[in-house]
Structures are given as C-alpha cells and as structure tokens.
C-alpha cells in the first residue's frame, strides 16, 4: 500500500503474517465492533481501540504476508477496524479524528476491493456531515455510497439508500425522503436480505428505527408538514425502545428516545415529553457519550425556550434531572 510512503513510517520487516494471525486480528476486529456497541466513544474504549489500530497499521506496512490472499484479509480487516474506530471517535465527540479513521478506512476498503465497506464508510462520512450541520456535503457523501453499493448485497444497498434518505430529511427535501426510504425497504425486502450480509452488518435487521430518526430529522428540519412526519416516527421507534430498554445497547435507546421526546415537545404534547424523557434518564449516568450529551442539552434547551413551562412542575422537574445527567449547572 502506499501508507508507507505517505505517513513517513518504516517498520521492520518480520515474519510473514499468516493466514491464522489474521483469523485472530478478525476476532479482534469484532470485538472492538462489540465494545462500541456496549462503551459507545468514551475515552477509555477508544485508547484501546485505537491501540488495537495501530498494531494492525502496523501489520500492514510491513508488507510481509505469506500469500496474497493473507495481506488483502489484513488491509480488509484494518478497514474494518477504521470504520469502527473512526465511529467511536465521533460519537465521543472528536470529529477530526473520526473523519481521519474514516478517511484511513475509505483508502483500505478500495485497496483491498470491498465495495460494500467503501459505501459503508461513505454512509459513516454522511452521517457525521449531518451532524456537523454540512448538509450539502451529506448528500454528495450519500451519493457515493449509494454509487459503491450497486453491484453489492441488498443490505448494503438498503443501508446506502437509507443515508441517503437521512441526508435529503436533513436538508428538508421529503420527496428524497420518500424516495430513498422506498428504495431501502424494498432492497431489505429482498429475500436474501439478511443472509448475504456482511458480517460487519450483523445489527440491520429492519428499517424500523433507521426511518423513524430520519423522519425526526426532516420534521427538526421544518420540512413540509413537519408535523406529521412527526406523527410517522412514533410507532416505528416506541415499540423498539419498549423492546429494548432492558438491554445492554442504552447509547441507542438513550439517543433515539430523546430525540423521540424532542417531537413530542416540538407537536406540544408535554405528557409524552415528560413520560418519554423520564423513563429514559436512568441510562444517562451509565451512557458515555458526547453524542448523547448534546442531545440531552438540545431537549434541556427546548424545555429553556418554552415560556409557558417555566413554572410547570414537570417541566422543572425534568430540566433539573436533564442538566444533571447531561453536566448542565
């Protein structure tokens, strides 16, 4: 590859990696994937992560593989961890880092010709240039991901026209919406569907919760009949949360519930406000992310800007439980 060259790092050349070596750094791989999938981006699941990055980078720069075959499997397998790295980065918050994980990520997939990992991490780049409100760039990252996922399994191409649907919702284009969220359903209709996936794709079983934040984001977008968008989102994410809230996964459940909250307060319904947000608190004193933190802030400051809560028992009840849990003063 040519990382060696334009990183200016020479590492020794040792033994040959073999074929088992690179069955164990793949059990490594996934089990990063499963400590962001319980740690989400603290600090302390990211070093090691990172650690487990560096000592794979290093594998590869050698160039000293036994076969062909094993050095495509190492590049393939440092991918991997790239894309899972650079997610944990910025779900703690650290989106320089992130996006130089994904970067790194995006140059090894297309080297090792993973096309369906390449749409993927331009998913991740999309997803991340929503959050960072560059909304434009969304949806040329989105392009390329649904460009890369072609020709590859229908998950993959249901997961690239998913983004593609958050990133029109984010820029209030609902047709886009409509039309993208279409595509994504009939692709993970397909029959194969969750057979060919990826194994990296192990957590897309359904749409269900994928299209209820997109209709959330067109609706906080102000999109045409915000509103009912609104209305849309909530039997595809209630029942889920409902399903999953005694589960180890609370990063999720903790994300898509407050933004769950948030519609509630934006359609003026406070009871499912308070009763969503307050069954939800319990997992913010375990759930570590800068991600979800800014979340609670944007529902904290909701409840701010709303003149008529400000002396409503349950409203200040729930703002003094938010600014705890989220770091407020």
Request: charged share 20%; proline share 4%; hydrophobic share 40%.
């Amino acid at each position: 590859m040519s990382t060696t060259r334009s990183t200016g790092i020479h590492c020794p050349v040792g033994p040959p990696v073999t074929g088992p070596v690179t069955e164990v750094i793949a059990a490594t791989v996934d089990a990063v994937r499963r400590l962001d999938d319980a740690e989400g981006g603290n600090r302390s699941s990211l070093q090691y992560a990172h650690q487990q990055f560096a000592l794979v980078a290093e594998y590869v720069r050698r160039e000293s593989f036994t076969t062909p075959a094993v050095r495509v499997r190492m590049v393939n397998l440092w991918a991997q961890l790239a894309q899972t790295v650079g997610w944990m980065a910025m779900d703690a918050g650290l989106h320089g880092l992130a996006q130089r994980y994904f970067r790194t990520g995006l140059a090894a997939a297309h080297e090792s010709g993973d096309l369906s990992l390449t749409s993927h991490l331009h998913g991740c780049l999309t997803y991340q240039a929503i959050t960072l409100g560059r909304i434009r760039d969304a949806i040329d990252l989105a392009n390329a991901g649904i460009t890369a996922a072609r020709t590859e399994p229908p998950a993959v191409r249901a997961l690239a026209a998913a983004r593609h649907a958050h990133a029109h919702a984010a820029f209030g284009d609902v047709h886009g919406l409509r039309q993208s969220t279409d595509e994504a359903r009939s692709h993970l209709d397909h029959p194969d569907a969750l057979d060919s996936r990826p194994s990296w794709l192990y957590w897309l079983t359904d749409l269900d919760v994928v299209t209820g934040q997109t209709l959330i984001t067109a609706g906080f977008a102000d999109s045409p009949g915000a509103s009912r968008l609104l209305d849309e989102a909530d039997p595809l994410i209630t029942p889920w949360l409902g399903t999953h809230a005694e589960q180890t996964e609370t990063r999720d459940a903790l994300l898509h519930g407050t933004w769950l909250a948030r519609s509630y307060l934006r359609r003026d319904d406070l009871e499912q406000t308070l009763a969503t947000a307050t069954s939800l608190l319990r997992y913010a004193t375990t759930v570590r992310s800068a991600q979800v933190t800014t979340i609670l802030h944007g529902l904290c400051a909701d409840l701010d800007h709303r003149d008529d809560l400000r002396n409503h028992p349950g409203a200040l009840e729930l703002r003094k439980q938010l600014k705890a849990a989220a770091g407020l003063t």
